[in-house]
């Protein structure tokens, strides 16, 4: 899975950290045969969660935030940075950073405690 085709996924947090300059993106969503062997997950999980790390952040414009889904997050790769937006419904967040990094992920069964 690239970090810039997230189409698939729900974005369920974004938490801001001031003190290093970065957002980090949490999503989760379902797994498809192909996708299965990328996150190396078992066969018999079909739920992803995880997250993503942008550091070096810079230029952030938050022109609302009601996290009614859904909620769309798109990155366009400008020089050796990317231009991250995410809107939605009443959502409205830019903002500039290095190319996300995944920091974690974690397969299951959907529904599953």
Request: aromatic share 8%; hydrophobic share 40%; net charge negative.
């Amino acid at each position: 899975m690239s970090t810039s085709d997230l189409s698939a996924f729900e974005l369920c947090a974004l938490h801001w950290d001031e003190r290093d300059q970065a957002i980090t993106a949490s999503f989760e969503g379902p797994l498809h045969d192909a996708a299965r062997r990328t996150w190396e997950a078992p066969p018999e999980h079909d739920w992803i969660r995880f997250h993503l790390r942008f550091a070096a952040v810079d230029d952030v414009e938050v022109r609302g935030w009601s996290h009614q889904l859904p909620i769309g997050v798109e990155q366009v790769p400008v020089g050796d940075r990317v231009s991250v937006t995410v809107t939605g419904e009443g959502t409205d967040v830019r903002f500039t950073s290095a190319p996300a990094a995944r920091v974690s992920s974690r397969t299951s069964k959907a529904g599953a405690l």
